[in-house]
């Protein structure tokens, strides 16, 4: 079977159809936006890694589970999902970037995957340890994410205030004065030993702004860790 | 003309890009017989390979700026074809079978004299092909690319895009599997 002239055909389409090749810039714009969405994608997942560390120092969710199974629904409101959430996308479109690249198909993509999200992480947590949010929560847009207090739909997280019998007055995270009162069935699980300028965490059913307690304890904001011990020169001691 | 034909790849297609677009006949020609070759066998269709080949030259042309000079023009080609061929392959669902008179005839056979020898050697080369014809795509391109159109295993990591473990990896399976193929026929082993 003869095999037709392919060069022929080939130049005659081009030139009847006018076929023109793609210029330069288009092809060197297309690696300009690849390294750009790369580079976004990656220093997104890192901001977020730190947001979402500073959230949970901020909220600790993970204290209510301290409560048992009545502090399961105000863990799941205070977890930060929206920002694991965004971050896990920003991990995804790096990654679908990365495989763009050249070099990608000559390595095990697996393991380019697995490496590039410890470093996202380990990343995140560094830059975490370097308290970006005292700079950050100053710029407008940024205030939201770190300033943002969630109300509680049956809890409180504040500083104590007043301190009367089974009860005490407490000013919330959101700037609220509430009242917080316990009986003999309410869970102790730091004792009752409460005082002034203390910080508490508290859930149960709200009555106005009283809060009958069925759950209450103490601190539960986790510190930060650092990579200089507190009181190192030219570093604070590790607060919010 | 003979000129041209002692430049090698990567400069005609620079020729191409800023000079004369018509130089652009003399790269298409140099590989039009080897690429139809290897879309025949991933497609074992004429016609189809045919127009895949086609497409795919007039493809390279419209992205021929994106290419790298400094990389191999061969392997950048090979995977535009590859990648058409991929594309038909997946428009037509199932794979295309059996045109196995063009497969047979691609590679003439003239290096034996003895009828016999000839006839054996024809039967063992059509059990292989039909055998061929059937290995699962995966595993046939790299073979082909292989044993056929001699690449190395680099070029073909280059051509479909994978690690070079992984070439040898396919290659050593796809032997055996054609092996298993080619016994079931009634192919004989003859222990290399």
């Known amino acids: 079977m003869a095999t037709k002239d392919i060069a022929n055909k080939v130049m005659q389409e081009i030139k009847e159809k006018h076929i023109s090749m793609r210029p330069r810039f288009f092809f060197v714009a297309g690696s300009f936006l690849l390294i750009g969405g790369l580079t976004f994608a990656f220093v997104l997942a ?21 409560f ?50 410890i470093t996202i992480i380990l990343t995140g947590i560094i830059v975490d340890c370097f308290k970006p949010n005292r700079r950050l929560e100053r710029l407008p847009p940024m205030r939201g994410l770190y300033k943002e207090r969630l109300p509680g739909v049956n809890w409180v997280i504040g500083e104590i205030l007043e301190i009367s019998g089974e009860s005490v007055r407490v000013q919330s995270l959101d700037g609220r004065v509430v009242v ?20 508490i965490r508290a859930f149960g059913d709200w009555q106005d702004s009283v809060l009958h307690a069925e759950g209450i304890m103490r601190g539960g904001f986790l510190r930060r860790p650092t990579l200089f011990p507190p009181g190192s020169r030219g570093f604070p001691s590790p607060v919010f | 003309m003979q000129e041209i034909q002692k430049v090698t790849d990567e400069e005609l297609v620079e020729l191409v890009r800023t000079k004369d677009k018509e130089q652009y006949r003399e790269l298409v020609a140099r ?47 090979y995977r535009i074809v590859h990648n058409e061929a991929i594309n038909y392959l997946k428009s037509k669902k199932n794979e295309v079978l059996t045109d196995s008179l063009f497969l047979g005839n691609v590679v003439p056979d003239t290096t034996i004299n003895n ?17 061929l014809e059937v290995l699962p795509i995966v595993y046939r391109a790299p073979l082909t690319l292989f044993y056929f159109e001699e690449k190395t295993y680099y070029e073909i990591s280059d051509i479909l895009r994978i690690p070079i473990g992984t070439v040898g990896t396919r290659i050593n399976r796809g032997k055996k599997y054609l092996k298993k193929l080619y016994l079931s026929k009634g192919g004989k082993y003859y222990g290399h």
């Not at chain 1, 560390?53 to 993970?62: S, Y």
């Not at chain 2, 066998?41 to 021929?64: G, H, R, S």
Request: glycine fraction near 6%; charged fraction near 20%.
């Open chain 1, 68 to 117: 048992g199974p009545p502090g399961i629904p105000p863990f799941f409101i205070m977890f930060p999902w929206r920002f694991l959430l965004i971050a896990g996308f920003a991990v995804a479109l790096g990654i679908y970037l990365l495989k763009k690249c050249e070099f990608s198909y000559k390595y095990n993509f697996a393991l380019i995957t697995g490496i590039t999200i």
């Open chain 1, 46 to 66: 890192i901001f977020l890694v730190h947001l979402i560390l500073f959230r949970l120092r901020l909220d600790a969710p993970f204290e209510f589970l301290r």
């Open chain 2, 31 to 77: 590989y039009q017989a080897r690429l139809l070759r290897y879309a025949g066998y991933l497609l074992n269709d004429a016609e189809a390979a045919q127009d895949v080949v086609q497409q795919a030259f007039i493809k390279t042309f419209i992205n021929l700026h994106g290419f790298h000079i400094k990389k191999k023009f061969s392997s950048w080609i």
């Open chain 1, 180 to 199: 917080i009162i316990w009986d003999k069935s309410t869970m102790l699980p730091m004792g009752r030993d409460f005082k002034i300028g203390q910080n």
């Open chain 2, 115 to 131: 009828f016999e020898e000839i006839i054996i050697k024809k039967e063992k080369r059509q059990i292989l092909l039909v055998s």
